[in-house]
């Protein structure tokens, strides 16, 4: 029952998430970090590893000559294996093991009768969800049931979350900060995977980096390139970024900084039309060009809502919306206003998130997270953030325009016109880093010493 009552908050923490009021917590709360619950599940869970490798892995049938045999086998498989969980969630837990040949792996286990439980999971999802639309007519999350039917079964599906993590690393292969964990395909099935095991401290921990000297902003850069490329470029896009699924450490032996990307099991695939037309949304909001911020949300689905659509994505008042998302940082007092106003729309955001595509509603949740990490490194909405989408956004614009022609002259014109925005975006960046820097306020300083006085 727990369980269950933990994946109907989860989804409907997502619903409150996607609307960009959310409250500025670090602190992820999991029935499973008490002792009692996290004792009891690994007693139960370690043996679903034999259970499934036997059933699973190799079609063994239950209680036969062969089953005997491979058990003392499987017992085998482990030189240690640590009972306690390195972190427990609402489907599975993470244990540190051992190999025989000498390799450390972390064995993720999925809970036993998850896969049996997550059908009545859906369905009192369903029910609750029901009760509260007859309630409160104006309220629309039927959205969460339909989600949850899409999505749990691919969470489930261990083999699944395996291949989303290879390609993801095979994706952004260029970013040589990234990390995604090896995966071990010939001891993983359905509901037992393992994988390399890499140690770091959470994304969110800034005593951790101020310890191992790792510079908050660097991360906060690295970790907008990497979903800026996820989403604008490749439309495949990681939508669980919470801080215990985002690790960052110093490199053994090199000492370059690498963020550890965790848990594939959920990905949105975009499609290419959402994809382009949420680059052009984004390039206005940047822009601060009301008329295609209108344009570009309303076919993405707000309607008249495109105002709370537009401070939905970007955290931000309406206020700033217009003047400019990249030109003022935000401020205690619209934080406040955001907060403040939040109740007050709820039955517009509800409607809202009823009318978006079905993609949008995972990309809301993944930018929340991502800017509830921002802010506990206190980089939220620096410049190089949206500087970062603007590139990704240009590139993908350029590439789409250039594949949809055949003429050699106009492919030209394309990657020139890209070649120069991508320049305009460089230079713009330069002059802020300047602008900050020591001998910027020197360069500013002397020139406003040597400018002549106003008469």
Same mark, same amino acid.
């Given at each position: 029952?727990?369980?269950?009552?933990?994946?109907?908050?989860?989804?409907?923490?997502?619903?409150?998430?996607?609307?960009?009021?959310?409250?500025?917590?670090?602190?992820?709360?999991?029935?499973?970090?008490?002792?009692?619950?996290?004792?009891?599940?690994?007693?139960?869970?370690?043996?679903?590893?034999?259970?499934?490798?036997?059933?699973?892995?190799?079609?063994?049938?239950?209680?036969?000559?062969?089953?005997?045999?491979?058990?003392?086998?499987?017992?085998?498989?482990?030189?240690?294996?640590?009972?306690?969980?390195?972190?427990?969630?609402?489907?599975?837990?993470?244990?540190?093991?051992?190999?025989?040949?000498?390799?450390?792996?972390?064995?993720?286990?999925?809970?036993?009768?998850?896969?049996?439980? /997550?059908?009545?999971?859906? #369905? $009192? @999802? *369903?029910?609750?969800? %029901?009760?509260?639309?007859?309630?409160?007519?104006?309220? !629309?999350?039927?959205?969460?049931?339909?989600?949850?039917?899409?999505?749990?079964?691919?969470?489930?599906?261990?083999?699944?979350?395996?291949?989303?993590?290879?390609?993801?690393?095979?994706?952004?292969?260029?970013?040589?900060?990234?990390?995604?964990?090896?995966?071990?395909?010939?001891? /993983?099935?359905?509901?037992? #995977? $393992? @994988? *390399?095991?890499?140690? %770091?401290?959470?994304?969110?921990?800034?005593?951790?980096? !101020?310890?191992?000297?790792?510079?908050?902003?660097?991360?906060?850069?690295?970790?907008?390139?990497?979903?800026?490329?996820?989403?604008?470029?490749?439309?495949?896009?990681?939508?669980?970024?919470?801080?215990?699924?985002?690790?960052?450490?110093?490199?053994?032996?090199?000492?370059?900084?690498?963020?550890?990307?965790?848990?594939?099991?959920?990905?949105?695939?975009?499609?290419?039309?959402?994809?382009?037309?949420?680059?052009?949304?984004?390039?206005?909001?940047?822009?601060?060009?009301?008329?295609?911020?209108?344009?570009?949300?309303?076919?993405?689905?707000?309607?008249?809502?495109?105002?709370?659509?537009?401070?939905?994505?970007?955290?931000?008042?309406?206020?700033?919306?217009?003047?400019?998302?990249?030109?003022?940082?935000?401020?205690?007092?619209?934080?406040?206003?955001?907060?403040?106003?939040?109740?007050?729309?709820?039955?517009?955001?509800?409607?809202?998130?009823?009318?978006?595509?079905?993609?949008?509603?995972?990309?809301?949740?993944?930018?929340?997270?991502?800017?509830?990490?921002?802010?506990?490194?206190?980089?939220?909405?620096?410049?190089?953030?949206?500087?970062?989408?603007?590139?990704?956004?240009?590139?993908?614009?350029?590439?789409?325009?250039?594949?949809?022609?055949?003429?050699?002259?106009?492919?030209?014109?394309?990657?020139?016109?890209?070649?120069?925005?991508?320049?305009?975006?460089?230079?713009?960046?330069?002059?802020?880093?300047?602008?900050?820097?020591?001998?910027?306020?020197?360069?500013?300083?002397?020139?406003?010493?040597?400018?002549?006085?106003?008469?």
């Amino acid at each position: 029952m727990a369980r269950r009552a933990l994946k109907i908050v989860s989804w409907t923490s997502m619903a409150l998430a996607s609307s960009g009021f959310y409250l500025y917590s670090n602190k992820y709360i999991d029935p499973n970090d008490f002792g009692a619950v996290r004792i009891g599940r690994a007693v139960a869970t370690t043996a679903v590893i034999s259970y499934d490798y036997l059933t699973s892995l190799r079609s063994v049938p239950y209680g036969s000559e062969e089953y005997a045999q491979l058990k003392s086998e499987i017992q085998d498989l482990f030189q240690s294996f640590e009972d306690t969980p390195l972190g427990a969630a609402s489907l599975a837990q993470v244990h540190k093991a051992v190999l025989y040949d000498g390799r450390t792996v972390a064995v993720k286990v999925q809970h036993p009768k998850v896969q049996a439980q /997550s059908s009545k999971d859906i #369905l $009192l @999802m *369903e029910v609750l969800v %029901g009760a509260v639309k007859q309630l409160f007519p104006e309220f !629309e999350f039927m959205w969460l049931v339909d989600e949850a039917k899409k999505n749990l079964p691919l969470e489930l599906d261990f083999l699944n979350e395996g291949k989303n993590a290879e390609k993801v690393a095979e994706m952004l292969k260029r970013f040589e900060f990234l990390k995604v964990p090896r995966i071990y395909w010939e001891l /993983s099935t359905r509901r037992v #995977l $393992l @994988m *390399e095991f890499v140690e %770091g401290g959470q994304v969110n921990d800034k005593a951790y980096m !101020e310890k191992n000297q790792i510079d908050v902003n660097e991360i906060s850069r690295q970790l907008g390139k990497m979903y800026s490329e996820m989403i604008f470029v490749n439309g495949f896009v990681h939508c669980d970024p919470h801080p215990g699924n985002v690790l960052v450490r110093k490199r053994p032996g090199t000492g370059k900084v690498e963020i550890i990307l965790l848990d594939h099991g959920l990905y949105q695939i975009l499609t290419d039309e959402f994809r382009l037309d949420y680059c052009h949304l984004w390039q206005a909001l940047i822009k601060a060009d009301m008329k295609r911020v209108k344009k570009y949300s309303q076919r993405l689905g707000a309607g008249d809502l495109y105002p709370l659509f537009a401070c939905m994505l970007t955290a931000r008042s309406w206020d700033s919306v217009n003047k400019g998302i990249g030109r003022a940082p935000v401020t205690a007092d619209e934080d406040v206003e955001i907060r403040n106003n939040a109740a007050a729309y709820l039955p517009q955001i509800s409607q809202l998130l009823n009318k978006v595509p079905r993609q949008m509603l995972l990309i809301l949740k993944t930018n929340d997270l991502l800017r509830g990490i921002e802010t506990a490194l206190s980089t939220r909405a620096s410049a190089s953030s949206f500087l970062n989408m603007s590139r990704c956004c240009t590139r993908a614009l350029a590439a789409h325009k250039k594949k949809k022609t055949c003429s050699l002259l106009k492919r030209t014109q394309i990657s020139l016109e890209e070649s120069l925005s991508l320049w305009q975006i460089n230079l713009h960046e330069l002059f802020l880093r300047v602008r900050g820097s020591w001998l910027g306020n020197w360069i500013f300083a002397l020139f406003y010493w040597l400018s002549p006085a106003p008469h």
